[in-house]
């Protein structure tokens, strides 16, 4: 049998022995035989295990049998990436084929959750070398297993970006290319064109929001070579990511986004103390990263950031493991500024950075 059908026949022996021999040790000897079977006549082929230590991405996410191999077959049938390496692959080489399997649609599809944990090493990354310089990411309320797939994925693609052997990299640009075109085929779930109404009951996408600025953040960094240079030294994206650049700022503005007033009226007043200020300081900070990559001077500017600067950095950075009340106890001390008087607003402060008289544009 092994011999008419060929490849596919060595997974049904497999499956039929461990199913027809209910001693183990008789089945272990069945399997020892038809191992034996595959070098002598099929050196081409691993030998089959009686059962993956392990089962690779694909398998486990569709809850399948996984036989083990290098691939395993029903990877090999799908034609997609497998997980599973030849023993002896190195380290990089196996984080490479891991995020191929990790961002594979068949497998992205079925359980996020295996992504996640594939991912982990990527996320760790993330926070430790990106977020000191772009910390609008809370890491203390941060639980991968709770966020949307959208967030991890761009996550894990900086991650590899900054991991920085060249196959990670080749990876993350990939990833970016896949994700920019998931995130304009979503556009209607997340953009607020000019005929909607929003109010303080409208949902704020924060997390796709946050996706798509680590997008336009990772394009700057990594298209030196196509991006141009306006006289003032600033950066101009490609025309396809500074649309989505563009659209990103017009459904802040319509959300009202950037106007602290509006971050409390999200929340009920019978809202915990912690939860509206994490709140408010994702919003803080994510308007002035946004502001911070604005390519052009009248797309966005500090005139329109309606907030105070964001809290106690200490604050946001603390560790998971600081509860609530820590929070609370921390945001109530700081009296160094008002976020509820305008006059503290940097949108107020920015009248003594500019001044319509003075063309230069220096800030």
């Known amino acids: 049998m092994i011999e008419k059908s060929g490849s596919h026949a060595l997974t049904a022996t497999v499956h039929w ?37 392990k089962a690779c991405t694909a398998c486990h996410a569709r809850k399948e049998r996984c036989d083990g191999g290098y691939p395993c077959n029903r990877c090999q049938r799908r034609m997609i ?22 961002f594979n649609p068949d497998v992205m599809g079925l359980a996020p959750g295996t992504s996640r944990w594939i991912a982990q090493d ?3 990354i993330y926070f430790r070398d990106f977020h000191p310089t772009w910390p609008f990411l809370h890491r203390g309320t941060f639980k991968p297993s709770k966020e949307p797939c959208v967030l991890l994925q761009s996550m894990v693609m900086m991650g ?16 970016h290319h896949q994700l920019l075109s998931a995130i304009q085929a979503q ?48 950066c101009q994206l490609p025309a396809p990511k500074y649309e989505l650049l563009v659209s990103l ?12 007033p509006n971050m409390l009226a999200r929340h009920d007043a019978s809202a915990p103390v912690a939860l509206i200020w994490v709140s408010a300081e994702e919003s803080k900070r994510f308007g002035l990263a946004l502001e911070g990559c604005r390519s052009r001077s009248e797309l966005l500017t500090l005139a329109d950031l309606d907030f105070c600067l964001p809290d106690s950095d200490e ?43 003075v063309a230069f544009d220096w800030i």
């Not at 038809?34 to 002598?40: K, M, Q, S």
């Not at 590899?160 to 990833?175: C, E, Q, T």
């Not at 109010?199 to 953040?217: D, F, G, K, R, V």
């Not at 700022?249 to 602290?260: A, D, I, P």
Request: hydrophobic share 30%; proline share 8%; aromatic share 8%.
């Open 17 to 53: 022995l461990e199913g027809m021999c209910p001693d183990p040790s008789y089945s272990k000897s069945c399997l020892d035989l038809l191992r034996r079977h595959v070098r002598n006549y099929h050196p081409g082929r691993e030998p089959p295990t009686s059962r993956a230590q």
């Open 81 to 102: 990436t497998c997980s599973l390496t030849r023993p002896g692959t190195t380290r990089d080489e196996r984080t490479h084929q891991e995020m191929q399997a990790l």
């Open 122 to 124: 990527l996320i760790d």
């Open 160 to 175: 590899l970006w900054i991991k920085g052997d060249p196959a990670s990299r080749d990876m993350a640009r990939a990833f």
């Open 187 to 234: 556009r209607s779930q997340w953009y607020i064109s000019e005929v909607v109404h929003p109010n303080h009951e409208t949902p704020w996408p924060m997390a796709t929001y946050q996706s798509i600025l680590l997008l336009l953040i990772f394009a700057v960094l990594v298209a030196k070579q196509e991006t141009t240079f306006d006289l003032n030294l600033r």
């Open 249 to 260: 700022v017009e459904s802040c503005r319509r959300l009202g986004l950037f106007s602290y």
């Open 315 to 357: 604050v946001w950075n603390a560790p998971p493991g600081v509860g609530p009340e820590s929070i609370r106890n921390s945001a109530l001390r700081q009296t160094c500024r008002d976020n509820r008087n305008p006059d503290c607003w940097i949108s107020q402060t920015s009248g003594q950075l500019y001044d319509s008289v």
